[in-house]
């Protein structure tokens, strides 16, 4: 059993969030913007180097003119020969963590690309300006913009994919191999990466966040990242007035309603004990994917260090 609601139920669960009207124009505007930043990338070499892997600082250009970087970590040795590539998304509020971890991916083959995200814990710069509340975290930054284009993780969405793209450009890598991974919101951004880039082939997200936050709130999280949407309600708008204006432009980012657009095959992993992003906020979009896919249960597990992890998505992103 799920701490919230049985298996049997998650398996049909299809969320509770809704899915704004022009939800489809406004990825395909974004993509169109998107489309103008073209895949140039600065390399700077890292202090951190091995003798299997070269490591470099990668900048690029993000939508909105916001410097954006990577680490990125490449074998140095590939003898002309193009090999996978695998883009890594960090969890909320955290950077694209140490080297090693990408090195030894390198070591193997892959060349690897790991995102920081725009104004969090890496050097990924946030230059957006928005009207309305920008405390409490980045969920409800742009919430209260006229422009639902100036949501903060639009522009983050669209860097998941301008970094995929900037990897299928390289003369390294075959673009017909590219697989991508995260935790937490770094498994959200693999999800939206791959839902707005179709051409990514594997996708491991694990207990991904950003999804369903109508459901989230009415669990009554207030010890997680979806404390912002209590926050939001308690400061500006304590009689719900707006509720269905909020969860409506909310929409938008959530991850939910992009999960039918996937193509790549998916490994979703999730611990049914997850206080933080509740089990049926994920099933929520994993229901709705229509490509292969197989979701891996840790029942005693939540928001946590989960065994063996490491190992099994080593094994999946080496069938790429």
């Known amino acids: 059993m799920a ?3 049985s298996i049997e139920d998650l398996k049909s669960y299809m969320g509770r969030s809704p899915r704004p009207d022009d939800f489809d124009q406004y990825w395909e505007r974004a993509l169109k913007e998107l489309e103008e930043q073209g895949t140039d990338y600065e390399l700077v070499p890292a202090e951190f180097q091995t003798e299997l892997a070269e490591c470099f600082h990668l900048y690029f250009t993000g939508v909105g003119g916001a410097r954006v970087h990577c680490k990125m970590a490449r074998p140095r040795q590939h003898e002309g020969r193009k090999g996978p590539g695998f883009a890594i998304f960090h969890g909320y509020s955290s950077d694209s963590g140490d080297w090693l971890e990408k090195a030894a991916y390198a070591a193997h083959g892959f060349t690897v690309l790991a995102l920081d995200c725009r104004g969090q814990g890496g050097l990924s710069e946030d230059n957006l300006n928005v009207k309305g509340t920008t405390i409490r975290g980045h969920v409800i930054r742009g919430l209260d913009d006229p422009n639902p ?3 903060y993780y639009r522009n983050v969405f669209l860097d998941t994919v301008q970094t995929v793209r900037i990897l299928m450009s390289m003369d390294q890598v075959d673009p017909e191999r590219i697989g ?3 935790q937490s919101q770094g498994g959200a951004l693999a999800v939206a990466c791959a839902a707005l880039e179709p051409r ?3 996708l491991v997200p694990v207990h991904p966040f ?3 936050y109508k459901r989230a709130w009415e669990t009554n999280i207030t010890s997680s990242a979806y404390e912002e949407l209590v926050y939001y309600f308690r400061m500006f708008d304590p009689n719900h007035k707006r509720e269905d204006e909020v969860f409506n432009r909310l929409g938008y980012i959530d991850i939910q309603n992009l999960a039918d657009r996937i193509k790549a095959k998916v490994l979703w992993i999730t611990g049914l004990s997850d206080p933080i992003c509740p089990p ?3 099933f929520a979009a994993y229901n709705k994917i229509q490509s292969e896919k197989d979701v891996l249960l840790y029942h005693e597990y939540g928001h946590e260090y989960l065994p063996y ?3 099994r998505l080593f094994q999946v992103m080496s069938e790429l």
Do not use: A
Request: aromatic fraction near 10%; avoid cysteine.
């Open 3 to 5: 701490f919230e609601m």
């Open 149 to 151: 284009d100036n949501l």
């Open 180 to 182: 991508v991974y995260g």
């Open 200 to 202: 990514v082939k594997s």
């Open 210 to 212: 950003l999804s369903d």
């Open 280 to 282: 049926s906020t994920q």
């Open 309 to 311: 992890l490491s190992d």
